[in-house]
Structure formats: C-alpha cells, structure tokens
C-alpha cells in the first residue's frame, strides 16, 4: 500500500473539513487526530473516517462550526458542553483545564456531553502522560453490542484507555474497546471487500459471521462474555448517564450522514500520581514495566504502536490510493 507523509495527509485532512463547512481551526484539530491515529497502524480510526465525518459536517450531523463551553462545577469537576460538535475540540479544553487544575485538587474529573466520535482514546490519556500525569479516558457510542443473554445491540464498543507516565521512557498506554475489536476495524473490512475473524461479531440473526457487512448489520462479541458486557455497562454509565448524554441505543450512527446528531458523551479522570503514592511511583512503575520486558517475548502494551509511529514519521502512513483519491476531491468541492 503506498504511504503519504503525514504533513501532507494533514494538510489535504484539513481542506477536506475546510470544504465541508468546518471552521480551519477545528479542521486542523480532527485533520491532526485522525493523521496521527493513521501513523500509529489505527487506519479504522485515521482518514478512513475523513468522508463520514465531512458527509455529516455538511448535513448537520456535527456542527463544524461548534465552540465548546466549559463549565467548573466543582473544584475538582469540569464539564464540557461539545455542543454537538466534534468531539476532539471539546476533549482538549477540557483535558487542558484539568491538567492546570490537577496541581491543587490531585485528582480532577472531567465530562463531556452532546459529543461525537472520540478518536484513538488512548491518544488524549497519552498527552496528560507526557506531562507527567496519570488519566483514565472513557467514551460510549452507537449501538453495537448486545447485553449478555441479549440479541439485541444496546450499548457501543465503549473504548476504556489508562496511560502513566514512565522515567526516561514513552508513557506506558492501554487502549481497548471493550468488543473484541473495534467496530472501526470492522467497517474497514466491509469497505474494502475482507472477510474477518468468526470470533469478532455475529450477523442480524445472532449467527458468527466471516461477512464485514454482515456483521455490521448484526452486533459485535464483547470481551470476556458475561464480564466484559458488565464492563460495557459501566462505561455506558460513566459516558452517558453521568455526562446527560445518549446512551448508545439512542445515538445515531457515526459511518453515516442520517439522522440527529450522535450526543454521545466521554469521561476522564486526570491525577498527579505524587498525591497518592507516598513516594517512588516511579520506582514502582519501572519495576513493574521490567517484569514484564524481562520475559521472552513479552511486551509492554503499545510497543507496536510506537514502532508503527517512528517509521511513520519517517515515510508517511499508508493510505490506500482510492480513498487518497475520494479525499482530494472532497477538498476539491
């Protein structure tokens, strides 16, 4: 697949929002979001998603124009308005005020409502990490698995992300949607004609399927059976009740321009972790960090992205040429 470099990627990202009614400074912000995912190996979260999310800046769907408002509701509490538009503008206020309010309170939560499509997670975690905090990241979205015993998609893929940071190292980042794939990896496949795993998801009459377009017509399989639906549930708790959001049965889709705007919502929590620790955090992050690296074979979560990262950077990401294509004419338009 041939690669494009990622200034570029960014820059043709940016004009295809900018042609879409986005205003230039959020469309940088999602141009540089889904570059990054794309340089990382996430192609289901990168530019992939570039001709949904400008088809609903132009119907409405997300209001690309939006200015999120923020509002302290605590000395530890802050709240984001995303006011229906993307979800990245929203999530750096907010992140950004708790990073400077985290020094007195300790530990600071944020939530987000009337939001759309998060992203890589485990990027926003990843930020607070670099500076030396400690954060856990939480998003619900459309409808896409079914409750244990259910045949009926109730809740999102509802992605939980953790990063710390780590002494003289790239921050320590876990990053998982709670289905056993991403939904984002399964749309990818029905675009480009692949089968995927049996194991991944079931089709509209709760049979496994190896059809992408099957199965996105059906719900997909949560981690753990029982344990990971509990664990959807917590996260659709978390995202939509506590933020005053839609629930993920109630959210419209985010492959698609139809409907009313998702209104889904996320949740973070940032702390310093010299407010708890007693001292050595550090220390101990590293002990563990080597019992793990110390055993053949074994690897730190998101040491393959890191790899993915650094050859990005030097050849570009991979791109196939017809979405290349389809993304210089919506700038074109």
Not at 69 to 98: C, H, K, M, N, Q
Not at 218 to 247: D, Q
Not at 260 to 284: C, E, K, L, N, T
Not at 317 to 327: H, I, M, N, R, T
Request: contains cysteine; charged residues 20%.
């Amino acid at each position: 697949m041939p690669r494009k470099s990622l200034d570029d990627l960014r820059d043709l990202a940016t004009r295809v929002l900018v042609a879409a009614g986005t205003t230039t400074g959020t469309s940088a912000m999602v141009a540089d979001a889904l570059v990054r995912a794309d340089a990382d190996g996430l192609a289901s979260h990168g530019v992939m998603r570039l001709p949904s999310y400008a088809g609903q800046a132009r119907a409405g769907k997300v209001d690309g124009r939006a200015e999120p408002e923020l509002t302290e509701t605590g000395s530890a509490a802050i709240r984001v308005d995303a006011r229906d538009g993307f979800a990245y503008p929203a999530i750096r206020l907010g992140l950004e005020r708790a990073a400077g309010m985290v020094a007195g309170a300790g530990s600071v939560s944020v939530a987000i409502g009337n939001s759309h499509h998060a992203g890589v997670v485990g990027h926003h975690v990843e930020d607070l990490a670099e500076q030396g905090l400690a954060a856990l990241g939480f998003t619900n979205s459309p409808a896409a698995i079914a409750p244990a015993g259910g045949g009926r998609a109730i809740f999102g893929t509802n992605p939980i992300a953790f990063a710390c940071p780590r002494r003289n190292s790239p921050p320590i980042v876990i990053d998982t949607s709670l289905s056993r794939v991403a939904r984002g990896r399964v749309k990818l496949a029905a675009d480009r004609g692949e089968p995927i795993p049996d194991t991944w998801a079931v089709d509209a009459e709760g049979n496994p399927t190896t059809d992408a377009s099957a199965a996105m017509q059906g719900a997909m399989l949560p981690i753990g059976g029982a344990k990971g639906s509990a664990l959807v549930l917590m996260v659709e708790l978390l995202c939509a009740a506590l933020t005053g959001s839609n629930a993920g049965f109630q959210a419209s889709s985010f492959f698609d321009a139809e409907g009313p705007p998702p209104g889904i919502g996320q949740f973070y929590v940032v702390f310093r972790p010299d407010a708890f620790d007693g001292g050595g955090f550090s220390d101990r992050v590293e002990d563990i960090a080597g019992a793990i690296t110390g055993q053949s074979g074994a690897r730190l979560p998101g040491s393959r992205r890191l790899e993915m990262r650094s050859r990005a950077a030097a050849e570009g990401a991979e791109v196939p040429e017809e979405l290349y294509g389809e993304l210089e004419r919506l700038a074109a338009e």
